[in-house]
């Protein structure tokens, strides 16, 4: 198995925030696939998914998870929420699932137009309702999102050496 620690979950868990304190403490690097995007077509998701469309997007998703399971090793991997959906997270490393309700993650995005898909809220909130049991079963380990930035890495960090 790949040696990478990778985050998931929904928009809003704090997988960028998470990962950016986890490879600080790790002395590992941090890959922000969302970044990585940004990066590569000089432009941000929103405008992506308006030029592109999804189908595309998921495209590059899949090409990034087979360059980090080609490539990638002692990485921490900060994903976008949607992931999961096309790939197996666990053949990348260990997997860590940020959880977090659906009413905080609209307190912490609602307004956030750099994330197309939480423009209509009914069909985010079907979204996520959807998605819930994907991340649940992916995760070989799960914690609460809502606890401070501090104690999350803290944890994360206490189980991957244990
Ligand atoms: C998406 C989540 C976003 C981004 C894109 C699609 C999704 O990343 O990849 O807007 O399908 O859930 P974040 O989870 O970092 O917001």
């Known amino acids: 198995m790949c040696n990478n620690i990778i985050l998931i ?45 999804e189908d595309n997007f998921r495209e590059i998703e899949k090409n990034i998870c087979n360059w980090i399971k080609n490539n990638l090793t002692n990485s ?26 659906f009413d905080e993650i609209q307190k912490r995005i609602e307004n956030d137009n750099n994330r197309p898909l939480m423009k209509d809220i009914k069909q985010a909130k079907a979204l996520y309702d959807r998605r819930l049991q994907i991340y649940q079963n992916m995760a070989h380990y799960t914690i609460d999102a809502l606890d401070s930035k501090c104690n999350i890495v803290n944890k994360i960090y206490n189980y991957l050496k244990g």
């Not at 490879?23 to 592109?52: Q, R």
């Open 9 to 53: 979950g929904f928009m809003g868990s704090g997988k960028t925030t998470i990962g950016r304190e986890l490879a600080k403490k790790l002395n590992s690097i941090l890959i922000d696939t969302d970044s990585l995007i940004e990066i590569n077509y000089d432009t941000k998701i929103s405008d992506f998914f308006n030029i592109f469309g």
């Open 76 to 101: 921490v991997i900060s994903t976008g929420g949607g992931m999961p959906t096309i790939y197996d997270m666990r053949d990348l490393g260990k997997v860590v699932y940020l959880d977090i309700t």
